[in-house]
C-alpha cells in the first residue's frame, strides 16, 4: 500500500511541475540560430509547462529535439527534451519498460546537454528528478539504488549553486517519500521545501528559456503541510 502511495505522489508532482505557468519570451540565444528560434523556443516551453498528458509531452519533445537539430551548439533544447521524457515517464500509464525507455531517452538528452556546456547545476537537479523516476517504476526493488541517486545528484546541484531551487526541491521530495526508519518523512523534508521557497523568491534565471521549474509543486507542498495541521504534518 506504501509502495502505491509512493507511486501516485510522485506521479502528481510530475504533473504539478509540468502544469506551471510559462515564462516571458527570451532575448536571443548567445549561439548562432535561425531566425525565431528564441520565439519558438519560448512557445514550446510554454506548451510543455501547460500539459500533463503523456503523449502531448512526447510530442512536444519531439519539437526540442527539431530545435537541437535547428541550433546544435545550444543545450536548452536537449535539456527540455530530457525534461519533457521525464515527465512523460511519470505520467504515463505504459508498462514499466516503456517508461524506463522514455528515460533512457531523457538520459541521453542530458548527456548530450552536459557536452554542450550546459548549466550542472540544472543539470544535477534534473538528474536527481530523474532518478526518482527510475524508483517509482518499481519502488519496492529500486527505492535503495535511485533514492541515494537521486540524493547525490541534487545535493552536488545544490554545493554547484546554493541558489537553485530545484536543488532543495528535489531534495525535499527525496526525503518526502523515504521512510522514517531512513531518515526521511514529511517532518524531515518541510525545511528544505522552506528553503526551497526562499529560493524561489530570489532566483533569477539567466534569461527567460533557462529552467524555471518546480515553484508551483513546491507551494502546493507546503499547501498540504498547512492543511495537515501541525501533529499530521509531522507523520508519514
Given at each position: 500500500?506504501?509502495?502505491?502511495?509512493?507511486?501516485?505522489?510522485?506521479?502528481?508532482?510530475?504533473?504539478?511541475?509540468?502544469?506551471?505557468?510559462?515564462?516571458?519570451?527570451?532575448?536571443?540565444?548567445?549561439?548562432?540560430?535561425?531566425?525565431?528560434?528564441?520565439?519558438?523556443?519560448?512557445?514550446?516551453?510554454?506548451?510543455?509547462?501547460?500539459?500533463?498528458d503523456p503523449a502531448k509531452l512526447l510530442e512536444i519533445a519531439s519539437k526540442f529535439e527539431r530545435a537541437a537539430a535547428?541550433?546544435?551548439?545550444?543545450?536548452?533544447?536537449?535539456?527540455?527534451?530530457?525534461?519533457?521524457?521525464?515527465?512523460?515517464?511519470?505520467?504515463?500509464?505504459?508498462?514499466?519498460?516503456?517508461?524506463?525507455?522514455?528515460?533512457d531517452q531523457a538520459e541521453a538528452s542530458l548527456a548530450q546537454a552536459r557536452k554542450l556546456g550546459g548549466?550542472?547545476?540544472?543539470l544535477l537537479a534534473l538528474q536527481g528528478y530523474l532518478f526518482q523516476g527510475r524508483l517509482m517504476i518499481d519502488p519496492m526493488n529500486r527505492a535503495q539504488v535511485y533514492s541515494g541517486r537521486a540524493m547525490e545528484a541534487a545535493s552536488k546541484a545544490k554545493a554547484l549553486n546554493p541558489a537553485n531551487p530545484r536543488a532543495y526541491l528535489v531534495l525535499g521530495n527525496n526525503l518526502y517519500f523515504m521512510p522514517e526508519?531512513?531518515?526521511?518523512?514529511?517532518?524531515?523534508a518541510k525545511p528544505l521545501y522552506e528553503e526551497a521557497k526562499a529560493r524561489f523568491a530570489t532566483f533569477k534565471p539567466a534569461n527567460s528559456l533557462s529552467p524555471n521549474w518546480g515553484e508551483?509543486?513546491?507551494?502546493?507542498?507546503?499547501?498540504?503541510?498547512?492543511?495537515?495541521?501541525?501533529?499530521?504534518?509531522?507523520?508519514?
Open positions: 500500500m506504501k509502495n502505491a502511495l509512493f507511486v501516485l505522489a510522485l506521479a502528481a508532482c510530475s504533473f504539478s511541475v509540468a502544469a506551471q505557468p510559462s515564462a516571458a519570451k527570451a532575448p536571443a540565444a548567445a549561439t548562432a540560430a535561425p531566425a525565431g528560434y528564441t520565439e519558438m523556443m519560448a512557445a514550446t516551453i510554454a506548451e510543455l509547462n501547460s500539459t500533463g535547428a541550433a546544435p551548439t545550444d543545450w536548452l533544447p536537449q535539456y527540455y527534451q530530457a525534461y519533457g521524457r521525464m515527465l512523460a515517464s511519470f505520467t504515463s500509464k505504459e508498462d514499466g519498460d516503456v517508461k524506463d525507455k522514455y528515460l548549466d550542472e547545476s540544472e526508519m531512513y531518515g526521511g518523512g514529511k517532518a524531515a508551483r509543486q513546491l507551494l502546493g507542498r507546503l499547501k498540504a503541510y498547512e492543511q495537515a495541521g501541525p501533529t499530521q504534518a509531522t507523520t508519514k
